[in-house]
Structure formats: structure tokens, C-alpha cells
């Protein structure tokens, strides 16, 4: 197969953003190739019947129809393109029962990568390309025996056909020399099949088939044979021979050895159950790392709050600041992980409602002035007249971005200034607005050679950048893909020694206000207290417990507290005045996720099984929050909670109390 042959492709798939994953790793794989792109069954159906293509990629979750029943569909169009399944992870028999339909390969959305593509789609590729001569064979069969034989010995295949006596009426030299290796016997045209000395059963186990075929079933079956103590795979095809009343005459057959492909299919699902086992125990010890940091986090940040409330002055505030900073700072750093991880296996999400731009820009500037003051810098904020007040998409990832960035630029400037200016780029859509970022600090500057390398993970632009500023060096590649993501792009302008300026663009549509002042009445008519609700806290940390307790005092709430799942059960079994539980999820004796399966199983001995239920957990991975809702839990809050986000979700179920 020439290796730059331009490939037809065609990506079946809903996702915007898994789309864009894909692209991308498309673009790097080195393929020639022109991708299409369907989005629904009935589109895929259109495009298959007026163009063919060389390799499909199916996602099975679309919307309307699955993808099982979608590949059934194509293959009902006699469309024998070859099929590479994209499944979440965790998929794996939905992918087997796809690859039963016709698909020929299959792995998860969290192992695309440009090599996983590059290999899927020549191996596919040289799969059909085996399948279709396969089927030139079978058809070219039917004609008479002179262009038979010619066509016979242009293979290396075995190829023979049989009358309804298992007569031999064709074959050539690749199956005349097998057999007489196998039996040392001397096969020639007519002879009946029972003259050939085979061994064992295995003259029965063709015979048999032969038979099959003779009923009118064309098949393909596999068989494994020893030879010198190696296993052998041979693949062999029976078709029926009709004439022209459609009488069956004899049957045809096609064996091919497959043996190299048994091995690479082999290799390629050993390669995949060892990227699975990787990519789980990875998950698993960040999601471990989560829990145990977040969990002593949520006490210092906690208590942290609790004290900056009080009447501190002097030194103790300034030790206060100091403890929430840093403590802060670690966050960050556990986030920077934990959003790395969830970007490499596409799992970030987009939130796209509509905020004020300029409140935005001005907590943006109330959270770093204090840093800036620290240093004697000079920090600005600017956001022009022309510039909507409200616009509409994510509002938190555009902090993240910035707050990075800004960040950056205070901690690696030690004089002078950092400014972040605001202005817009024309958009050929109406309804959208390019908003352009410009973060410009008078700081050391980067090196030209290594401002592209930057981006990329775990790399900053000295060596000893980590040690003298600190941070995990994903800060900037997690900001770079957050901004791509959203169909933008970041690049760089800077000078040794003269500063740096990062330039971010990101689309938005023009914001609604009247959604935000709808949303800030919603706000404002919410009750102040949490006196009137009656709150069962599962959580087996005595300091976490302790830390509860005092903003719930402030709430006018005192809070029940389980130790853990088990005891909660009992808790609620024994009274039904609970209005909502808080629950933990790492727990001994019983978890969050087997006291709520308890809690809601239909016979269950609780009072109230449709309390809701907030997990409360210091896992932050988006697995964890979709475990938590087929769990049966309403909501989920992530340690170190934000005290008025705790407030809230509580104050949104407070209507389901009546519901026991």
C-alpha cells in the first residue's frame, strides 16, 4: 500500500469537541488525506450512498440512533468501507457487539491519538483491500474455466471448487502443493475428495461445510491448525456455484492464511487492554491524589475563612492572608493536574451562559491587586467603551485563562508593571464577538527559541524556573488547549530581559442582560438562612466535620453528623424529619455511593428515600460527578467547598422537603 496515497475518511460524530480532538491528531498523523464530516444518521446515510470512502470512524453515542444500529444501516447499503468504532471509556462490550455487525476495530475517545489513527486506518485499509480481493475471487469464479485458471494462479491463496459429488473441478498450484504436503497426495482435476489422505477429522469438518454451502449458505469460518508446533489461522470462504436456472451446481472455495493477521489483531488488543490498564491506573491515582489532598484542604481553607471574618488586625491578619494564599496556591496546583488529565482524555467541559465582562475583569483586578502591591507593581485593567457590557459563553474558563496568564506575569515580574488590555477583532458572524486579550508585563522575557516550547507540557523557559518561581509547568499548556477549545488562539511576542506579551482571542456571542438580571433577582429572593432545613452530614473526617459545623452556625443551621455510610442508614431509618443529606463519598463501613444505593433501592428501611442527596467529595474528576448521578445523588460539590456555592445548591432543593 503506498504510504502516500490520499485517503477518503469519514468521521461520524456529534461532538463538537471530540471533533476538534480529532482533527487535530488527524493533522499530525502525516496521512494524505480529505476528511468528511457527518454529524447524524440520516446525513451519513445521504453522504455514503453518492460517495465511497476508505475508512469510516463511528462514534456509538449520536443522537436519534445509536451506532450499532447506524452500522447496521450502512451494511444494509452493502457499504463494506471498514469501520473503527469511537467509544467512551468503559465501552468495551457496546464495541464488541459493534465489531459482531461489521466493524472491524474499535478503541476509546481518551487513546486518539495521531499514531492510534495513522495504524486504524492502514490497517483497515489493508484489511479491505484483503476482503475485496477476496470477493474478485468469488465472483470471477462463474466464468469459464480458461479465464478461471488464470485468475486461480494470481493468487497465493488456496483456491479449488467441488461438484455435488465433491468432485474436484478446479483448483490452483497453491492448493494442488498444500495438500500434497499435507497428505503426499497427488491431486488432480476429478478426483473425488474421499482419495485425499487427510488427517484426523479433518476431511469430515470440510465435507460438512461443503455441505452447507450446497444448501445455498455462502460463509466464512476460521480454523486453527498446528504446524510444527506453531498455530496456523486459515480463513476459508465457501460459496454456492449457480447456474443459469439457478440450480446450485457445486461450491467454491477460498482459503487464505491469516496467521499474520491473528497476530497483529493480537498485538494491536494487547496494546489496547495495556493503554486501558495505564489509563485507569492513572486515573485512579489522581483521582486518590485528589481525595487525600483536598480532604486536609478543605480544613485550612476552611477555618482560614472562618478566621478572616474575624476582627484580626496587625500581624495576625497578615499571617491569616498568608496561610489563605498559599493554601490557594497548592490549589491551584491540584487543579493544574486535575485539568490537564481531564483535557488529555476529552473530557473538559464548556459552560456557555451569559455574564458581565467587566464585573469579570473587575474581580480579575481585585484578586491581583493585592499581589501587585506586594511586588510595587503597577497593575492595570482596561476594557474599552466599544466593547459590550455583556456577552455569552464560559465565564470560569475565561477567568481561568486569565488568572493564569495574569498570574504568570506578576510572579515573573520583579519591577515595572503588568497591564491586561481588552479590545475586539471584527467576527463574520453577527451574533459573535472576537474578544482579544493582551496580558503586557515588563518581566525577564522568554527566550525566542523557547517560546514556542513553552505550551507544551510539564515546560517552562529555564531550567531553573521551578525552583526560583515554583508551579507545575501545565500552567500554560492547559490554557493554550482551554483557548483552542473554544475555537480560539494564544501566541507570544517577547524580548529577554524586555517583557512579555501573551495575546488571547476567543469568540463569544453578544450576551443577553436581561438573562443576568433575571438570574440576580433569582439571587436576591433566595431565603438568608438555612434555620427551617433539617441537614444530615455524612463525613467520617472529625476536622472536616468541625469545619461544617461553624458555617452552618453562621446559617442558623446545627447540622446532624454520621460518621459514615452505615451509621447515616440507621440515622435515617430511625427519623424522617432529614430534609437533605450531605454526603461524603470515601467513606469506611459504607460509602457515599453504597449508603445511596441503599437509600434509594425500592424496599429500602429509610424513611424518606427520595431525600436529596449532595455528595460532598474531595474528588474532582468529571467521572467521579457522572458516578454520582447514576448513583442517585441530585447534586455534587466539590472540598475545599466555596461556602456560598455549599449555600446555594442546599437553598436549590429546599422545595423537594415536601417530597417524602
Known amino acids: 500500500m503506498d504510504s502516500q496515497a490520499s485517503f477518503k475518511l469519514l468521521l461520524i460524530d456529534d461532538d463538537e469537541v471530540d471533533i476538534m480532538q480529532f482533527e487535530r491528531a488527524l493533522k499530525k498523523t502525516g496521512l494524505i488525506y480529505n476528511l468528511h464530516v457527518c454529524k447524524n444518521a440520516q446525513e451519513t446515510l445521504e ?5 465511497v470512502f476508505d475508512c469510516i470512524f463511528l462514534d456509538y453515542q449520536l443522537p436519534g440512533i445509536d451506532g450499532l444500529q447506524l452500522l447496521k444501516k450502512i451494511r444494509d447499503k452493502d457499504v463494506l468501507t471498514p469501520v473503527a468504532v469511537l467509544t467512551s471509556q468503559g465501552d468495551e462490550k457496546v464495541a464488541v457487539k459493534m465489531i459482531k455487525s461489521g466493524a472491524f476495530d474499535y478503541f476509546a475517545k481518551s487513546d486518539i491519538t495521531p ?12 484489511l479491505w483491500e484483503v476482503e475485496n ?4 475471487a468469488e465472483e470471477e469464479i462463474n466464468v469459464n474455466n480458461y479465464k478461471l485458471n488464470a485468475i486461480l ?4 491463496s488456496i483456491i479449488y471448487a467441488v461438484d455435488k459429488q465433491l468432485n474436484l473441478l478446479s483448483f490452483n498450484s497453491t492448493f494442488k502443493n498444500s495438500i500434497q504436503s499435507r497428505t503426499n497426495t497427488d491431486v488432480k482435476e476429478g478426483m473425488n475428495f474421499a482419495m485425499i489422505n487427510f488427517k484426523n477429522s479433518e476431511r469430515e469438518n470440510i465435507v460438512s461445510s461443503i455441505d452447507r454451502s450446497l444448501q445455498g449458505e455462502q460463509f466464512t469460518q476460521v480454523e486453527e491448525f498446528e504446524v510444527g508446533g506453531n498455530a496456523v489461522y486459515i480463513e476459508t470462504t465457501y460459496n454456492p456455484i449457480y447456474v443459469a436456472n439457478n440450480e446450485i451446481t457445486g461450491v467454491a472455495v477460498y482459503s487464505q492464511d491469516i496467521t499474520e493477521k491473528k497476530k497483529f489483531e493480537h498485538d494491536l488488543l494487547q496494546a489496547r487492554n495495556d493503554a486501558i490498564a495505564a489509563a485507569k491506573a492513572k486515573s485512579d491515582f489522581l483521582s486518590n491524589m485528589s481525595h487525600e489532598i483536598r480532604t486536609p484542604m478543605n480544613a485550612i481553607l476552611g477555618l482560614t475563612e472562618l478566621l478572616l471574618e474575624e476582627n484580626f488586625t496587625g500581624g495576625n491578619l497578615e499571617n491569616l492572608k498568608s496561610i489563605k494564599y498559599s493554601a490557594d496556591n497548592l490549589l491551584v496546583i491540584i487543579n493544574d493536574i486535575l485539568d490537564f488529565s481531564k483535557i488529555e482524555a476529552g473530557k473538559i467541559t464548556f459552560e456557555n451562559i451569559n455574564f458581565d465582562l467587566r464585573l469579570r475583569m473587575a474581580e480579575l483586578k481585585k484578586t491581583f491587586d493585592y499581589r501587585a502591591k506586594e511586588k510595587g507593581l503597577e497593575f492595570t485593567v482596561t476594557v474599552p467603551e466599544n ?10 474558563r475565561l477567568n481561568q485563562i486569565l488568572f493564569n496568564l495574569v498570574g504568570n506575569a506578576i510572579k515573573f515580574t520583579s519591577k515595572g508593571f503588568v497591564e491586561v488590555k481588552t479590545s475586539i477583532n471584527e467576527s463574520e458572524e453577527s451574533d459573535k464577538i472576537n474578544l482579544v486579550f493582551d496580558i503586557v508585563d515588563s518581566g525577564i522575557g522568554v527566550p525566542e527559541h523557547k517560546q514556542n516550547k513553552i505550551f507544551e507540557s510539564f515546560t517552562q523557559a529555564y531550567t531553573d524556573t521551578t525552583r526560583k518561581f515554583g508551579g507545575t509547568g501545565l500552567g500554560l499548556a492547559i490554557t493554550k488547549n482551554l483557548t483552542a477549545l473554544q475555537g480560539g488562539y494564544i501566541n507570544i511576542k517577547s524580548k529577554v530581559g524586555s517583557g512579555t ?15 443576568i438580571e433575571k438570574q440576580d433577582k433569582t439571587e436576591k429572593d433566595l431565603i438568608l438562612d438555612l434555620s427551617e432545613i433539617k441537614i444530615l452530614l455524612v463525613e467520617d473526617n472529625l476536622m472536616n466535620q468541625f469545619v461544617a459545623k461553624q458555617f452552618f452556625k453562621k446559617w442558623n443551621n446545627e447540622i446532624s453528623i454520621a460518621n459514615n455510610g452505615l451509621e447515616a442508614i440507621e440515622i435515617l431509618a430511625k427519623d424522617g424529619s432529614f430534609d437533605l443529606v450531605l454526603m461524603d463519598l470515601q467513606m469506611p463501613e459504607l460509602s457515599g455511593f453504597e449508603a445511596t444505593e441503599v437509600i434509594r433501592a425500592e424496599h429500602t428501611k429509610v424513611k424518606n428515600r427520595n431525600i436529596p442527596i449532595i455528595a460532598l467529595s474531595a474528588d474532582a474528576f468529571q467521572e467521579t460527578r457522572r458516578k454520582v448521578l447514576e448513583a442517585g445523588m441530585n447534586d455534587f460539590v466539590t472540598k475545599p467547598f466555596k461556602p456560598e456555592e455549599l449555600y446555594h445548591k442546599i437553598v436549590k432543593y429546599k422545595p423537594l422537603r415536601g417530597n417524602k
Do not use: C, L, M, W
Open 47 to 51: 453522504v455514503i450512498s453518492k460517495e
Open 133 to 136: 480481493q477476496r470477493k474478485r
Open 115 to 126: 499514531d492510534s489513527i495513522q495504524k486504524v486506518v492502514i490497517s483497515g485499509i489493508r
Open 153 to 156: 494462479e494470481s493468487t497465493t
Open 387 to 396: 466593547i459590550p457590557h455583556y456577552i455569552k459563553g464560559d465565564p470560569y
Open 501 to 515: 506579551t501573551f495575546t488571547v482571542e476567543i469568540p463569544f456571542e453578544v450576551g443577553n442582560a436581561d438573562a
